[in-house]
């Protein structure tokens, strides 16, 4: 029996920026009757992209949640940035979605954006199905497309769909599984069924033969038929691509073009055949079954300020919530009263009642739960796994330029951190200037221009400035530290010797590793916890400019303790300053942070490209050409991107494109 939560999908849209998602969204939207009015990118008239620097910039910055129904099924959907510098955004929906459609460019295949997002689902195990999408437009290439995913992505692609026509000549695909045709005239809405075209019969006879034979070799049951049928039914061979899909074992592609509304419908058919409903998949860490009547458990993955107050985006995996109901934030220790229940459409929400598992609602009346809280009954208490943020790498200072702002501009950063925790908002302990530190340029002007804005501030932003890091290139052995501090009453006394090396793995090694080799007792163990939190204290700062200190071993070799004058605060000191020593000490490299860069640019601008990339200290790792247009492929360091789109546009006659991904850290030049 099938029950409402079985009826259910809650899925993400995934992709390079520019690769469609939020057109598709928009075709959903439409598709399912939640709109009457197809919006457009380039018109600024999408739901999804409702922000006005979206519109602005023809870009998804925030991911945003809508909802429609199709066959019977409630499709919660969330559009997801495709831009790297908004990649924490990606990072929070995934934590929290069942599925996901990742979206690739029919000219382009899988680009360097749409590969990150893919690890990212990989990484929090997402089930996904793919679209190649504008297979309208020149140079399209289902079979090339297809290719890139297995090639780029190390997937088993199974292409469910054959296109019918190629290019502008595109008008529909033909449905591999059922062997049924369908196309969508100019201009109609909807699309005609029948058999497979007569040119197309053996091209789709064959590509359907080795559908099936790959299924077999991947599922049991699915080749336990075979070997009796010598081919699979219908119904058999889309249960073993749903099962290879849950898995994660096969990827089952289909094709089209959303501006062109043409393939959209097997998609979402697609959508509710392969992935899975909440109950389908198992409970994380820390997680309960997706059941009503167990407790009420939570995770706040969004918190977005709005004119009418604090917002709260949470995705129910247990129990029911009510309007007015107590709830346990479990990391903070306090309670919250859910005041409203609020089903979410992009800007436009409506009042809930209540919402069970499985559900993904924005709730008001929590004054403090932050992203990644997790918010349950308080008489079953129960912690999630919260979404990871990265690590920032460009900074800026920001000042107010009237002192009558300076207290709003502390509050208006404050709330920008809330609502996106990869912002960190900090003081310069030399220059006593506010510093605001994100994942990119763009990240910090989007940031920048949401205080001038929303908050109507006038601000003075400085020149980006990037997040340096220290690492030790040669290290040293038997550093003795003696801490000795008396003055009056019990002293502390800390003797620690020390081994300090770089770890093994390079720049792709882990931050820090502590080990102790110390024996019969010279050091206790609480000791030795105390020296490593000390050792923690001193990665902070560098010897070489004050920068975070990453990829090293420390070994605690020998100690010494007094019998009263001993404690760990005494250990701790004692590591810490021992270490710091032993940095100083150490052949020392500065660390400066690296992005792959894919620029595309027409033939005759190549040589001037890679000239301005060399100037850059860009190292070219790869070039390939294709209908007159080359794709480079660069390593930069971070600090000499600034102001690359202007110059990139100068020396193309705009006709140049770039973008970015992160890539660690190498040696600065």
């Given amino acids: ?56 910039r023809g870009i998804t910055i925030s991911a945003a949640a809508v909802s429609c129904d199709w066959a019977g099924h409630r499709l919660n959907l969330i559009d997801t940035p495709g831009h790297v510098d908004f ?30 997002v893919w690890r990212q689902a990989d990484r929090h195990g997402v089930p996904r199905i793919a679209f190649v999408n504008k297979l309208d437009r020149a140079g399209a290439d289902l079979d090339t497309a297809v290719d890139s ?58 590509r359907r033969r080795h559908l099936t034979e790959t299924v077999a070799e991947l599922h049991a049951p699915a080749l336990e038929e075979y070997c009796e049928r010598g ?35 097997p998609l979402l058919d697609a959508v509710v055949a392969y992935l899975p409903a909440p109950t389908d998949l198992p409970p994380v860490r820390g997680e309960r079954p997706a059941d009503p009547e167990a407790p009420f458990t939570a995770l706040a993955f969004k918190v977005s300020s709005t004119p009418t107050g604090r917002l709260t985006y949470l995705r129910v995996y247990a129990g029911t919530i009510r309007k007015g109901d107590t709830v346990l934030d479990t990391a903070a220790r306090r309670t919250e009263r859910i005041a409203r229940i609020l089903r979410v459409q992009a800007d436009r929400t409506t009042e809930a009642d209540q919402a069970v598992a499985g559900d993904i609602v924005a709730v008001a009346g929590p004054k403090a739960a932050r992203a990644g809280a997790t918010l349950c009954a308080p008489d079953a208490p129960t912690l999630l796994e919260p979404p990871v943020s990265a690590d920032p790498v460009v900074s800026v200072a920001v000042e107010a330029r009237r002192g009558l702002d300076i207290e ?28 605001l530190s994100g994942l990119g340029e763009l990240h910090l002007e989007v940031a920048v221009e949401k205080l001038r804005r929303a908050q109507g501030l006038e601000v003075t932003v400085g020149r980006p400035r990037v997040a340096y890091r220290e690492t030790v290139a040669t290290g040293v052995s038997g550093l003795t530290y003696r801490h000795v501090k008396q003055d009056g009453g019990a002293g502390q006394f800390a003797q620690v010797v020390i081994d300090v090396a770089p770890l ?22 609480e000791f030795v916890r105390a020296v490593e939190a000390g050792c923690r204290d ?19 070799t020998d100690g010494a303790t007094h019998v009263k004058d001993s404690s760990e605060l005494a250990f701790r000191a004692a590591g810490r300053f021992a270490l710091r020593e032993a940095l100083r000490r150490s052949a020392m490299t500065l660390l400066e942070p690296v992005a792959e860069v894919t620029v595309t640019v027409p033939d005759a601008a190549v040589g001037t490209v890679l000239g301005d990339l060399s100037a850059r200290r860009g190292r070219v790792t790869d070039s390939t050409t294709r209908g007159g247009t080359a794709v480079l492929t660069a390593t930069v360091p971070l600090a000499e991107l600034f102001g690359y789109a202007s110059r990139l546009r100068g020396r193309t006659q705009g006709r140049g494109t770039f973008t970015t991904r992160p890539a660690g850290y190498a040696p600065a030049g």
């Fill in 149 to 206: 995913l297995r090639t780029r992505l190390g997937t088993v692609p199974l292409p469910v769909q054959l296109p019918i026509g190629r290019e502008s000549a595109f008008t529909g695909v033909v449905d591999l599984v059922r062997m049924r045709a369908y196309e969508w005239p100019d201009g109609a809405d909807t699309y005609t069924e029948g058999p497979v075209p007569g040119d197309l019969r053996d091209e789709a006879e064959r």
């Fill in 231 to 265: 081919t699979l039914t219908d119904t058999a061979l889309a249960a073993a691509l749903r099962d290879l899909t849950l898995s994660g074992e096969a990827l089952v592609v289909l094709c089209g073009s959303a501006y062109r509304n043409r393939g959209i419908e």
């Fill in 87 to 116: 990649s924490d955004e990606v990072e929070r929906a995934l934590r929290v979605l069942d599925g996901a459609v990742a979206v690739f460019d029919g000219v382009a295949g899988v680009e360097p954006q749409s590969e990150s």
């Fill in 538 to 556: 001193a990665l902070a700062e560098g010897p070489l400019g004050g920068h975070p200190v990453t990829g090293v071993r420390v070994t605690l």
């Fill in 1 to 56: 029996m099938r029950t409402a939560r079985t009826l259910l999908r809650n899925l993400g849209i995934l992709a390079h920026v520019d690769a469609g998602k939020t057109t598709l969204t928009e075709r959903f939207l439409f598709l399912t009757g939640a709109v009457h009015k197809r919006g457009e990118v380039h018109d600024g008239t999408t739901v999804t992209d409702f922000d006005p620097q979206e519109r602005d």
């Fill in 408 to 435: 709003r501009l502390a509050g208006a950063l404050a709330r920008l951190a809330e609502e996106d925790p990869s912002l960190v908002v900090r003081t310069d302990p030399e220059s006593g200037q506010t510093v």
């Fill in 504 to 525: 093994e793995g390079g720049l792709d090694a882990a931050e820090f590793v502590f080990r102790s080799t110390v024996t019969g007792g010279r050091v206790p163990q």
